[in-house]
């Protein structure tokens, strides 16, 4: 165990990011933005001790790869990876940004998280064991853990600045946003959904949950924002191990998460380290899934 590490930032051009998330470094580029995908991992809320290597590589071409895919159904905020491209200073620091980083526009993040479920699992299932509903949404009965739903659900969830994200009815994210753009995203996040599974399909991988994140220009656009499609923001599962009726082997940090469960960490500081067989394991994971979804090998 160790105590819980400060965020390793990415220091560039001499100076540290302006924002950082569990992931993402920041960094204000004039009119524009830089994102800069670590190799950080988290779990249960809390960044770990371990990184995993290339992850933030996987995050970043993975998302640009599905920005590409899904620009007809809506735009996104992505303006270029390439770094000889990025404004000065961030040209000179091709080493450290060079395949994990992508400047993209600024604008004013909605409030809401949006995710699209084409398959009850995670949290979803937990509250349907407990009510028969998700978000809102009357379920069937007698559903199990894993299984395909009828038709894919919206259902949105706060964005918790700490602990955990809340599931939330569209009632109460409209309070939010607004009902007319809650009607743009949710549409929006469900045609992305149906796009993701339907390429996945073909891959021989299951799509099971996704989230959204979505953004205001200052003149008023809406605009895919921060990452689309990626195992840290999705529930990936091989096709050819697919059986309903309990957890899946997947894609994502759940392979993570796993492990945390089995040593019984009690979910608080000091947090863990992992051993060097989960990083290996789950390097493996986030790569096979680039490389199937995609077709071709991490640049």
Same mark, same amino acid.
């Given at each position: 165990?160790?105590?819980?590490?400060?965020?390793?930032?990415?220091?560039?051009?001499?100076?540290?990011?302006?924002?950082?998330?569990?992931?993402?470094?920041?960094?204000?580029?004039?009119?524009?933005?830089?994102?800069?995908?670590?190799?950080?991992?988290?779990?249960?809320?809390?960044?770990?001790?371990?990184?995993?290597?290339?992850?933030?590589?996987?995050?970043?071409?993975?998302?640009?790869?599905?920005?590409?895919?899904?620009?007809?159904?809506?735009?996104?905020?992505?303006?270029?990876?390439?770094?000889?491209?990025?404004?000065?200073?961030? %040209?000179?620091?091709?080493?450290?940004?060079?395949? %994990?980083?992508?400047?993209?526009?600024?604008?004013?993040?909605?409030?809401?998280?949006?995710?699209?479920?084409?398959?009850?699992?995670?949290?979803?299932?937990?509250?349907?064991?407990?009510?028969?509903?998700?978000?809102?949404?009357?379920?069937?009965?007698?559903?199990?853990?894993?299984?395909?739903?009828?038709?894919?659900?919206?259902?949105?969830?706060?964005?918790?600045?700490?602990?955990?994200?809340?599931?939330?009815?569209?009632?109460?994210?409209?309070?939010?946003?607004?009902?007319?753009?809650?009607?743009?995203?949710?549409?929006?996040?469900?045609?992305?959904?149906?796009?993701?599974?339907?390429?996945?399909?073909?891959?021989?991988?299951?799509?099971?949950?996704?989230?959204?994140?979505?953004?205001?220009?200052?003149?008023?656009?809406?605009?895919?924002?921060?990452?689309?499609?990626?195992?840290?923001?999705?529930?990936?599962?091989?096709?050819?191990?697919?059986?309903?009726?309990?957890?899946?082997?997947?894609?994502?940090?759940?392979?993570?998460?796993?492990?945390?469960?089995?040593?019984?960490?009690?979910?608080?500081?000091?947090?863990?380290?992992?051993?060097?067989?989960?990083?290996?394991?789950?390097?493996?994971?986030?790569?096979?899934?680039?490389?199937?979804?995609?077709?071709?090998?991490?640049?």
């Amino acid at each position: 165990m160790h105590p819980s590490p400060p965020l390793i930032e990415t220091r560039l051009a001499g100076r540290l990011p302006d924002r950082h998330g569990k992931v993402r470094d920041l960094y204000d580029a004039g009119d524009d933005l830089l994102l800069v995908a670590t190799d950080r991992i988290s779990a249960f809320d809390y960044v770990l001790g371990s990184g995993i290597p290339d992850k933030g590589r996987v995050l970043t071409q993975l998302s640009a790869f599905w920005f590409g895919r899904t620009a007809d159904i809506v735009a996104n905020h992505l303006l270029t990876t390439d770094v000889a491209r990025y404004p000065a200073p961030f %040209r000179d620091e091709r080493r450290a940004l060079d395949g %994990r980083s992508m400047l993209v526009r600024k604008t004013a993040p909605l409030a809401i998280e949006c995710v699209a479920r084409g398959y009850l699992s995670g949290s979803g299932w937990k509250d349907y064991c407990a009510s028969g509903m998700v978000c809102g949404h009357r379920l069937p009965a007698g559903l199990r853990e894993s299984e395909q739903l009828p038709s894919p659900i919206f259902t949105p969830a706060t964005k918790a600045t700490s602990g955990h994200d809340e599931n939330i009815t569209e009632q109460a994210a409209a309070a939010l946003v607004g009902e007319a753009l809650l009607e743009r995203v949710k549409a929006l996040t469900l045609a992305l959904y149906e796009r993701g599974a339907a390429h996945a399909a073909s891959c021989g991988i299951v799509l099971a949950d996704t989230k959204f994140e979505f953004g205001l220009t200052p003149a008023g656009d809406l605009l895919l924002i921060d990452e689309a499609m990626t195992p840290d923001s999705s529930r990936y599962w091989p096709r050819d191990g697919y059986a309903p009726g309990g957890p899946q082997p997947s894609f994502d940090k759940q392979f993570v998460r796993d492990y945390l469960e089995t040593i019984r960490w009690n979910k608080q500081p000091p947090v863990p380290a992992l051993p060097d067989d989960v990083v290996l394991r789950t390097r493996a994971k986030y790569l096979e899934a680039f490389e199937r979804l995609t077709g071709r090998e991490l640049a």
